[in-house]
């Protein structure tokens, strides 16, 4: 089935605490991204890769990382979790940038 | 920068009737794509319905269509015989081929409640 993979699906860590979300697609797709979702806000993006080792940021990367080693594989690294980075996030992946993005089923993050 | 507004945080609709809600959206260029996607309460993006700036004739599937006017930069939603399993968090997203940084750009979402 064809699919964008994150894990974990919820997680509560403290502050401070490095943590890594991991973001699998099998679709052979190009073009990843990361977004977290706040209320009134919609989604906004953090980074997105074009391709494999090729990387940039959105709108919203401060204290956030990001690789892409391989072209299934596009983790979200968080050196040292805030607060204020409580929120939904979603990893997508598409072929191409004229298609719809299709995406992963969330990552509910909470720091406290 | 691209910027998508979407006016209305919340609607409802009684079950069987029609819906429509609003999706403005600011842009300078001329070829790029709109989208519609569905977060119901498992808070999956679900894609609804997408339109080619470059096509005039409006999309529609099923029970969803829209009404897309280029110039008026207007992206409206239109759910027909409304079902309860259609409440849900509703986005309006609009993608551009040229724009690298800021490739997909989200609105605000609307709500939908659908009353029995």
């Known amino acids: 089935e064809a699919q964008v993979t994150q894990n974990p699906r919820y997680l509560i860590t403290v502050t401070g605490k490095k943590l890594t979300v991991t973001c699998s697609q099998n679709m052979n797709h190009e073009y990843m991204s990361w977004y977290r979702q706040d209320p009134g806000l919609g989604l906004r993006q953090i980074y997105y890769?074009?391709?494999?080792?090729?990387?940039d940021k959105g709108d919203v990367p401060e204290g956030y990382k990001v690789s892409r080693k391989e072209k299934r594989n596009f983790p979200l690294i968080l050196e040292s979790p805030s607060p204020n980075q409580t929120s939904l996030y979603f990893c997508?992946?598409?072929?191409?940038?004229?298609?719809?993005?299709?995406f992963g089923q969330g990552t509910r993050l909470t720091v406290v | 920068a691209q910027t998508v507004t979407q006016s209305q945080p919340e609607m409802s609709v009684q079950e069987a009737e029609t819906v429509t809600l609003s999706c403005t959206y600011d842009?300078?260029?001329?070829?790029?794509?709109l989208f519609w996607y569905k977060q119901p309460p498992s808070r999956q993006m679900i894609l609804v319905i997408r339109?080619?700036?470059?096509?005039?004739q409006n999309a529609t599937e099923n029970r969803f269509s829209v009404n897309f006017q280029k110039a008026a930069k207007s992206f409206s939603l239109k759910i027909s015989d409304s079902q309860l399993g259609d409440a849900a968090m509703y986005f309006c997203?609009?993608?551009?081929?040229?724009?690298?940084?800021?490739?997909?750009?989200f609105g605000p979402g609307t709500r939908l409640s659908v009353l029995p």
């Open positions: 997508a992946s598409s072929p191409n940038m004229n298609t719809e993005a299709f």
């Open positions: 997203a609009y993608r551009s081929p040229d724009n690298y940084g800021q490739n997909f750009v």
């Open positions: 339109q080619e700036a470059y096509k005039q």
């Open positions: 842009t300078s260029e001329s070829d790029y794509y």
């Open positions: 890769s074009m391709n494999v080792e090729v990387t």
